[in-house]
């Protein structure tokens, strides 16, 4: 497993990518990527740090 950070324009940028591919390539890395986004959100902000808004 790899752990890297991004802005959230950067993943928009892999978004628009993987919504170009076929869903069969695409479905999987989309949902492993919505699940660790999913976790972070309801995991505490570490001090200092404000957690993300996404919509």
Do not use: C, F, W
């Not at 919505?34 to 902000?45: C, R, Y």
Request: hydrophobic residues 40%; glycine residues 6%.
């Amino acid at each position: 497993m790899h752990k890297i950070e991004l802005t959230d324009e950067q993943m928009n940028i892999i978004g628009s990518a993987l919504a170009d591919l076929p869903y069969k390539v695409a479905a999987p890395v989309i949902n492993a990527i919505q699940i660790q986004l999913t976790a972070e959100d309801k995991a505490p902000a570490p001090a200092g740090k404000k957690p993300r808004g996404r919509t």
